[in-house]
């Protein structure tokens, strides 16, 4: 259980244009699913958390109008990188955590790999 | 932003050792949870623990939370070559649902 999937796993892309990932989650309902960021061989850099039915609530440093969340449902989150520059490649990752009471384990999906050309 | 501290950096150990990795904190944390990710891949779930003094095992894996609620440890016994990749714990605070993460512990296994 608890199977948290991602698409694309690999995008690669031309400087200036726009790139939608998606986060679902298979088996679960998730009211909260959250988008980091991964560098090589660093940890992992939270960006935003999504909330079902609300606006994101972004980290200090992560602009809002660039990294654009939309989490239309409890099953899916999506992260779209607006007018894509070099910089932005890297290792994206979604979680979620289920609406369980008491818990907020989250569970990571398999990340995509950004190349921004 | 907050990290947690985790060590070592890596290890490089014989097939069949023990292995023991840390994370520590300044800050209590409400929830401890230790990961593994391999390249090219999500972190995936080792053990979660949500009580201070939990002692937790998942096959030859055991990890606690301490009793502080600031520090958390993994042990993994008799390592196996497909142990190999980067442990990463992680902390969530009381009231919050973010995860703080430690720098992450690169495992290398020799055979």
């Known amino acids: 259980g608890a199977v948290v999937s991602q698409h694309p796993s690999r995008v690669i892309c031309k400087s200036g244009t726009s790139v939608k990932i998606e986060c679902r989650s298979l088996?679960?309902?998730?009211?909260?699913m959250f988008w980091y960021r991964q560098f090589p061989k660093k940890s992992l850099m939270l960006m935003a958390t999504?909330?079902?039915?609300?606006?994101?609530?972004?980290e200090q440093g992560v602009e809002k109008d660039k990294f654009l969340i939309n989490h239309a449902s409890l099953t899916l989150s999506t992260l779209t990188v607006t007018s894509a520059h070099p910089e932005d490649s890297s290792f994206y990752i979604c979680?979620?955590?289920?609406?369980?009471?008491?818990?907020?384990?989250?569970?990571f999906g398999p990340g995509t790999r950004l190349t921004v050309l | 932003g907050q990290q947690l501290n985790q060590s070592p950096q890596s290890m490089f150990i014989q097939e069949g050792e023990d292995v023991s990795m840390n994370c520590t904190s300044s800050?209590?944390?409400?929830?401890w949870l230790w990961y593994k990710q391999e390249p090219g891949e999500g972190p995936v779930l080792l053990i979660a623990?949500?009580?201070?003094?939990e002692l937790t095992s998942n096959g030859r894996l055991t990890a606690q939370f301490g009793i502080t609620r600031k520090d958390s440890f993994l042990n993994i016994s008799a390592s196996i070559p497909s142990d190999v990749g980067i442990y990463f714990c992680?902390?969530?605070?009381?009231?919050?649902?973010?995860?703080?993460f430690g720098a992450g512990t690169i495992l290398r296994v020799k055979s």
């Open positions: 800050s209590i944390f409400n929830t």
């Open positions: 979680s979620a955590s289920p609406r369980l009471a008491g818990t907020d384990t989250q569970y």
């Open positions: 088996d679960f309902q998730a009211t909260t």
């Open positions: 623990l949500y009580k201070a003094g």
């Open positions: 999504s909330n079902e039915g609300s606006k994101a609530t972004y």
């Open positions: 992680a902390g969530q605070q009381i009231g919050g649902n973010k995860l703080v």
